[in-house]
Structures are given as C-alpha cells and as structure tokens.
C-alpha cells in the first residue's frame, strides 16, 4: 500500500520484507514500487544499498525510469538468497535527478531470516490415483516431521484445489525438532476432467508456509502419435521408418509388461528401442536393456 502524502516520493511497499528463507538455494523476489507525488516528472537514477549485502541483489536499468507527476511505477527488482543463515537487516538507497528536498531520494528498510531446514513426509501419501470407472473419494493422512534446528506451531492446513478437502489438522500444535506432527487428514474426490495434475498442501505455521505437493495421476502413458504411425505407401524392397515416442509424465513409475499388436515380430514389421531418457534426460542404459528384453518377450522389467 502507497500511503499518499503532499509532496514528495514515497516508496511501496515502505519495508520489504523477504520473510523466512528456508534454503541454501532458495531466493525470493520483491518489486519495489515509487511513487512521485510531485507536479514535475522526476527520473530515477540509481538504487543501491547502504551497506555491503553478498545476499541480496538489485535488478534495475539505470537511464530507462522516469515518473511522471502523480504516477506510481516500478523501479527495481530486489532479490534475497538464502545462502547463509542469521537474520539480516540493511537499507536501500533511491536516488533521484531532483535535488528538492523531498524528491533527492529516500531510504527503503529491508529484513530478512535465513533458517535452512525442511518437513519430510511419504511422498506415497501425497500421491492419489484416478480411476475413472469409479472416481471413488480417497482419503490418505500426511503425517510431516520437523527438520528444522527449532520448533514450530501449525496454524492452519489448506488446498486450493477443490477437488481436495482438509478433514483434520492438527491446529496450534507445537512440533519440536526431529519430531513428527499428528496427521493431516485430506479427502480426494477425483473428477473425469482432472486425471493428471499437481496441487499443494499449504501448512502455515510461525516459522514460514510449508507445502506439501499433492499428485493426482491417472498412469497412463503419453504417445507422441496418438492416431496411430502412418508410413505411407512403401514399395517392395522399401523400409521406411518411423519413431515414437512414449511418456510417462505421472509422479509415480508405470510398469510395461508386455508389447502386442498386428504383425508385431512379422517380417513386414519390426520395433528396437533407441533411448530410455530419464526426468534428467539422461540415457538410462539399464532400463533400455530391460525393455529391450521385454520386446524380445522376456519378463517385465521391475518399474
């Protein structure tokens, strides 16, 4: 909120808080908004920090922010890392082309809390099949367990999906480090239009929102050629070839157990496997030796 006063530049919002970071890689971004309450255009000329902060950075385009009389715009993108953890606390500088009181400039507080830590829980229990001959409601209990160095208070558990429902939680329990929460019960009532999506599980607590990703899947296997291979009219002593591509983009390994269809082993038609990638897109070489053995009709390869 921009609070609008005679005169002047006035930043939004007038304290940026990045709140708790809770990783080494983690970073969060604030827009910086200013406001010139002024009958004159006035430029804005640099943005900095007062004192040395390897953590935070400042993305702004020196040359390119002019506002005009009574507009407010952005000035800068201001990001936090959580590289090392303590809480920190420091000031940015705004400068103007103005030298008018009031208009030269003005300091912008910031703060930030850097705790590494993370809640573990059964990724089984975040996952929820979709069968749609029943479309049935599951209901599964998450239970976390506290990994960071202090102890924290859930306030509240919430999906924004509707397709989830939150039937119990434990609200104001305190969970010591190294200890596990009582469960958080959630009930999944599946529809036929979402058979394949990521939800979340928000846990607000005192120390930051914890989440927790909810899968639905439907096991299905993707096809790059969904109508079918079409090769066309081949002449005799003619081979054409063509790829195909097969997918598995649910959170959870689908397993082959066998290949079949017409001609398949035929002279007329055959079928190699060329790559097995995996979510790195890495070739997996095991895998590929296991369906290579399937397609040769051998055992089902164990995931």
């Known amino acids: ?158 999906v924004e999906s509707n397709t989830f429902q939150v039937v119990d939680f434990p609200v104001d329990a305190v969970i010591q480090p190294h200890e596990a929460a009582p469960p958080i019960t959630l009930r999944f009532t599946p529809d036929a239009e979402h058979t394949l999506f990521t939800s979340a599980l928000t846990i607000q607590t005192n120390l930051t929102a914890l989440k927790v990703p909810l899968r639905a899947y439907h096991g299905k296997l993707e096809l790059s050629e969904p109508t079918g291979i079409d090769c066309g009219l081949v002449s005799v002593n003619d081979v054409k070839t063509r790829y195909l591509n097969i997918s598995n983009l649910n959170p959870v390994p689908v397993r082959l157990l066998e290949f079949k269809g017409p001609q398949l082993g035929a002279a007329s038609v055959s079928i190699s496997i060329e790559s097995v990638r995996g979510e790195d897109g890495k070739d997996d070489t095991a895998a590929k030796k296991e369906l290579k053995q399937l397609l040769l009709g051998g055992a089902p390869p164990q995931q």
Request: proline share 8%; glycine share 6%.
């Open 1 to 158: 909120e921009v609070q609008v006063m005679k005169g002047g530049l006035h930043c939004s919002p007038e304290v940026l808080d990045f709140e708790t970071l809770t990783s080494a890689t983690g970073r969060k971004e604030q827009t910086l908004y200013l406001l010139n309450a002024s009958p004159l255009p006035v430029a804005v000329t640099d943005v900095t920090i007062s004192s040395p902060d390897p953590q935070l950075q400042i993305v702004f385009k020196r040359g390119s922010t002019v506002l005009q009389p009574n507009v407010e715009g952005p000035i800068a993108t201001v990001v936090y890392f959580g590289t090392r953890q303590g809480q920190f606390v420091g000031k940015l500088v705004v400068r103007t082309n103005d030298t008018t009181p009031g208009f030269k400039g003005l300091d912008v507080p910031y703060k930030a809390r850097v705790m590494h830590g993370h809640i573990s829980y059964s990724e089984e229990n975040a996952t929820f099949p979709v069968v749609e001959a029943e479309l049935a409601p599951i209901e599964k209990t998450i239970v976390i367990t506290n990994k960071f160095p202090v102890a924290f208070r859930i306030y509240s558990a919430v």
